[in-house]
C-alpha cells in the first residue's frame, strides 16, 4: 500500500524505523494504527451524520475505535513479549450505523474494491484479526452506547 498524504507518510517511515531498528538490535516494537478514535463527548459530532445515513461516507469505511478500547489495546501491546515488529489495526468489529457492511460497499464502489470475508453482517472495513489472535484485544464498547438509532447521543446517566 502506498501512502497517500504526509500523515500516512509519517506512518508508514516510523513502522520503518521499528523495523531497521529490531534488525539491528534485541528490540521489540509494536505499531497500533487506531481507526478514527472517538471518545464519550464526540460520538455525536462525528459518527452522528454516518448512523443517520449511509450516504455521509467516511475514507475508514464507517469504522472507528473508542478511545478505552484502544487505551486497552496499548496496554496489551505494553505487556506484550510479542518478538520482533508487529503492526496491529485497531477498530470496533461493527461499523458505524449498523449496516450491512457488503451492500453498502456495493452500492458506493461497486466492484472496485474486493470485499474479505466478513465476520458479520454489520462488519467494519478494518479487520483486527491480528490484533485478537496475537494480542488478546477485543473491543468492549459500540457507538450504540453513545448514540441512539437516529444518531443523537444518548443522556447520560445522572448519579
Request: aromatic share 8%.
Amino acid at each position: 500500500m502506498e501512502p497517500q498524504d504526509p500523515y500516512a507518510l509519517s506512518k508508514l517511515f516510523g513502522e520503518e524505523l521499528c523495523d531497521a531498528a529490531v534488525r539491528r538490535s534485541d528490540m521489540r516494537c509494536i505499531s497500533i494504527r487506531p481507526s478514527h478514535v472517538q471518545h464519550a463527548g464526540n460520538y455525536e459530532r462525528n459518527l452522528g451524520a454516518q448512523v443517520r445515513d449511509a450516504g455521509n461516507l467516511s475514507p475508514n469505511l464507517w469504522s472507528y475505535v473508542d478511545s478505552e478500547d484502544l487505551a486497552d489495546a496499548i496496554v496489551l501491546a505494553v505487556e506484550s513479549d510479542i518478538p520482533g515488529h508487529e503492526v496491529f489495526y485497531i477498530a470496533n468489529p461493527d461499523n458505524v450505523g449498523g449496516r450491512d457492511f457488503a451492500a453498502v460497499l456495493k452500492e458506493y464502489y461497486g466492484d472496485k474494491i474486493q470485499l474479505r470475508e466478513l465476520s458479520r453482517p454489520d462488519a467494519s472495513g478494518i479487520s483486527c484479526a491480528k490484533a485478537e489472535r496475537m494480542l488478546g484485544w477485543t473491543a468492549k464498547r459500540s457507538w450504540r452506547d453513545h448514540l441512539d438509532s437516529d444518531g443523537r447521543a444518548l443522556e447520560a446517566p445522572t448519579g
